[in-house]
């Protein structure tokens, strides 16, 4: 059972990575390894799968971001991103990305463990909502597609009406013998029916 967890550091200064692997070991965390940049992260983190990414940089460019983004998408991880560079606009964009805490004012051992476990929980907690919201999306979709196919079915039953001159029990009626005739699902026989009667006058 694996009790440590286990970090990838992104950092293109070898002397300043050094010192933030040792602070991390210190602190009980197992580094997996070291990427000079984040131009091959996402592929890295899919083979490493490490707990927690951390990145060191003077300030976060647009390529940065967007392999930041890229991985999120594929294998999203809590990432902790420490830069000299702290306005607004920058920290907004790397949020976006998927970073899970920006740092601005430096690292300092005594102070990694708290910024690891709020990154954390700030990515379980942008992970829950996530899920959540895609749950109720897709059942939004589901909805929307009964409703769809629920006005198909009612449309191809009044054309029935129409042309055979029937009442709307007759014309379900012949709907679902057709479905069971032809082994399709009603909404199949609906769409066929509509293609064929709303040609006729």
Not at 15 to 41: C, I, K, N
Not at 50 to 76: F, G, K, T
Not at 95 to 110: K, M, P
């Amino acid at each position: 059972m694996k009790n440590r967890l286990t970090v990838l550091v992104i950092d293109e200064d070898k002397e300043r990575a050094a010192l933030l692997e040792q602070a991390l070991r210190d602190q009980g965390y197992e580094v997996l390894g070291r990427l000079h940049s984040t131009d091959l992260m996402a592929d890295k983190v899919e083979v490493l799968k490490p707990d927690i990414i951390i990145i060191d940089l003077d300030s976060p460019d647009r390529d940065v971001l967007e392999n930041m983004a890229l991985m999120n998408q594929s294998c999203p991880r809590p990432v902790i991103m420490f830069a000299e560079q702290g306005d607004q606009a920058t920290i907004e964009k790397a949020i976006r990305s998927g970073v899970s805490a920006y740092v601005v004012d430096g690292l300092e051992q005594h102070r990694i463990k708290a910024i690891l476990d709020v990154a954390i929980a700030r990515f379980r907690e942008f992970q829950a909502i996530r899920s959540e919201l895609n749950h109720v999306h897709g059942e939004l979709n589901q909805a929307r597609t009964e409703l769809a196919d629920r006005n198909l079915t009612e449309k191809a039953k009044i054309l029935i009406m129409k042309h055979n001159n029937c009442t709307e029990d007759k014309a379900h009626q012949a709907m679902r013998k057709m479905a069971m005739d032809q082994q399709k699902p009603l909404i199949e026989i609906a769409k066929s029916i509509i293609s064929v009667l709303e040609l006729l006058p």
